[in-house]
Each structure stands twice: as C-alpha cells, then as structure tokens.
C-alpha cells in the first residue's frame, strides 16, 4: 500500500521540518523504489527533537542533489600601504641633553675650496664667519645663502681658499631640522655646545679675523648686549682674535631700508678685512 503525497501532507511535512523529493514522473509511494534511471528520492527523516529550529529551503521536484559548492578563493591580502621613508634632515645626529639650554655650533664648513686647488696661500689670511643658517652644511644655498655669497665675492673672497663659516643654532630650535631638510641639507650635523666647539674651531682654523653676522649672534658670542649699530665697526677680541660685527644678511632681505643696511654691511666687511690685514 502507498501513501500518496498530496499537497496537505506535504505542507505538514515540510512544517515538521522534513523534506522529500519526489521525480516528475509519478507520485512516489512510500516504500517503492524508482524506476531505473530516475532520480534517487532522499528517504525522509524521521521527525525528532533535535531537528534544526529553521527548515532546510525548499528544493523543486525532481532536483538532484546539490554539488559541495566550489571553494572560493581567499581574497589576496594586500600587505598595507608603506609609508614614505622619511629622509634625515640635518641635525640628526643625537644632539646633547644640554642643546636645550645652551647655544650649539656646527662645524666649520670652507666655502669656496675650489679656491684652494689654484690658492697658493690665502692673502690677508683666513676667514672665520659665524651666523645662523638652516643650512649648516651647505650655507651658500637658498635666498639667505646667495645673498651671503654675492657680498663675499664683492670682496674678493671667492678666490681665497681659506674662508671657512660655522652655523649657530639657538637653544631648543627644533625648526632648524625641519628647515634644513626642506632646503636640501641633508647631511648629519655633528652639534656640540658653542663654547666647546668654537675653541676647537678656532685651534683647527687659526683665523686672521672673526666676522660675527647678526645682533644674536654677536651679542651670543662676545658676550654682549648691545645692538648691532653698536657692535659694529668696532674691534672685538675673541680668544685673542679681532673680531668685527655686521648684520645678518637673513635681515638684509627683510628690512624696509635695504639700501641703508646693505652698505652698512660693506662698510663692515671692509673694516673687518682691514682687522687681519694690521693683525
């Protein structure tokens, strides 16, 4: 005898959570088995407690069994954006605890050595400049630098092989660095509080005359609190070594009165070649 599956029965079953698939052909008795090459009917589950809370989805009649669905393959996984190397800027090498609290000084740089290679000896002897630069290793470069460099050459120093300068940095200047990379200063500054490296800078360069650029600077230096309109044209002693006192060409470029500076500013490279000159 068999059972006939009409669509009340059906629904129940489906709503016991038990599924049956049944061919196209015929209604499926229960307990027949399929004519040859029909499809293989699922024998139904008998309902029990632990069947799924949620019924499996419907399936038409006469569909075969599902295929295993193929294995999707795993999304590439992108490694994270790297992030831009960033490029030393000058001053980084480790600077002293106490930079923070004292001035630093770079070391001597000579400006012209091609100078050097056609120079026999250096008229009038060596040059010494102090100042402040973003650009302690390549003080020429930039507005501040070629300003620097025309008043020099003016003078007659681009041809001597001896014209060494040294930057200054203030007490706790983090901006230097910054600048310095930006303006493409890229080698490490070796730092070392002002004291200590001016002695050794001035043993290694033996300098006829020291030009001290800029009222800070001078005042820094010498030890001083006056202006630079009262520094300058006036013969300062450094360790022994006349020294002269002029405007940081930084404020040439800045000042209303660029006129007025500016030949101020020759004046004092005169008098300050004169000073090595009766040295």
Same mark, same amino acid.
Not at 139 to 157: E, R
Not at 234 to 244: K, N, T, V
């Given at each position: 005898?068999?059972?006939?599956?009409?669509?009340?029965?059906?629904?129940?079953?489906?709503?016991?959570?038990?599924?049956?698939?049944?061919?196209?052909?015929?209604?499926?008795? *229960?307990? $027949?088995? #399929?004519?040859?090459? @029909?499809?293989?009917?699922?024998? &139904?589950?008998?309902? !029990? =407690?632990? +069947? %799924?809370?949620?019924?499996?989805?419907?399936?038409?009649?006469?569909?075969?069994?599902?295929?295993?669905?193929?294995? *999707?393959? $795993?999304? #590439?996984?992108?490694? @994270?954006?790297?992030?831009?190397? &960033?490029?030393?800027? !000058? =001053?980084? +090498? %480790?600077?002293?605890?106490?930079?923070?609290?004292?001035?630093?000084?770079?070391?001597?740089?000579?400006?012209?050595?091609?100078? $050097?290679?056609?120079?026999?000896? @250096?008229?009038?002897?060596?040059?010494?400049?102090?100042?402040?630069?973003?650009? %302690?290793?390549?003080?020429?470069?930039?507005?501040?630098?070629?300003?620097?460099?025309?008043?020099?050459?003016?003078?007659?120093?681009?041809?001597?092989?001896?014209?060494?300068?040294?930057?200054?940095?203030?007490?706790?200047?983090?901006?230097?660095?910054?600048?310095?990379?930006?303006?493409?200063?890229?080698?490490?500054?070796?730092?070392?509080?002002?004291?200590?490296?001016?002695?050794?800078?001035?043993?290694?360069?033996?300098?006829?005359?020291?030009?001290?650029?800029?009222?800070?600077?001078?005042?820094?230096?010498?030890?001083?609190?006056?202006?630079?309109?009262?520094?300058?044209?006036?013969?300062?002693?450094?360790?022994?070594?006349?020294?002269?006192?002029?405007?940081?060409?930084?404020?040439?470029?800045?000042?209303?009165?660029?006129?007025?500076?500016?030949?101020?500013?020759?004046?004092?490279?005169?008098?300050?070649?004169?000073?090595?000159?009766?040295?």
């Amino acid at each position: 005898m068999s059972l006939q599956l009409d669509p009340r029965r059906l629904a129940m079953l489906q709503a016991m959570g038990i599924t049956l698939w049944v061919p196209e052909s015929a209604p499926v008795a *229960v307990g $027949a088995r #399929p004519a040859a090459g @029909a499809a293989e009917p699922t024998p &139904a589950r008998p309902a !029990a =407690a632990h +069947l %799924p809370a949620v019924p499996p989805p419907e399936r038409d009649a006469g569909a075969q069994a599902p295929k295993a669905a193929a294995p *999707v393959p $795993a999304a #590439p996984v992108r490694p @994270a954006p790297s992030r831009p190397v &960033a490029v030393t800027p !000058a =001053a980084s +090498l %480790p600077v002293p605890a106490e930079a923070a609290t004292v001035w630093q000084l770079a070391p001597a740089v000579c400006l012209y050595p091609q100078a $050097a290679q056609t120079a026999a000896q @250096a008229e009038g002897g060596p040059w010494l400049i102090l100042l402040e630069s973003t650009n %302690p290793t390549t003080p020429l470069v930039g507005a501040v630098g070629q300003l620097l460099d025309k008043m020099l050459q003016a003078l007659g120093l681009h041809t001597h092989p001896q014209v060494w300068l040294a930057v200054l940095q203030r007490p706790g200047n983090s901006a230097l660095p910054l600048a310095a990379g930006l303006a493409g200063s890229l080698a490490p500054v070796d730092w070392l509080p002002l004291p200590r490296r001016l002695e050794s800078t001035l043993a290694q360069v033996q300098p006829a005359r020291v030009l001290l650029l800029g009222q800070k600077v001078a005042q820094t230096v010498l030890q001083r609190s006056e202006p630079v309109g009262q520094l300058r044209q006036q013969r300062h002693l450094l360790h022994g070594i006349p020294a002269a006192v002029s405007y940081d060409p930084s404020f040439l470029l800045r000042t209303a009165q660029p006129r007025h500076y500016k030949g101020q500013t020759w004046a004092d490279l005169q008098f300050a070649a004169r000073l090595g000159r009766e040295g």
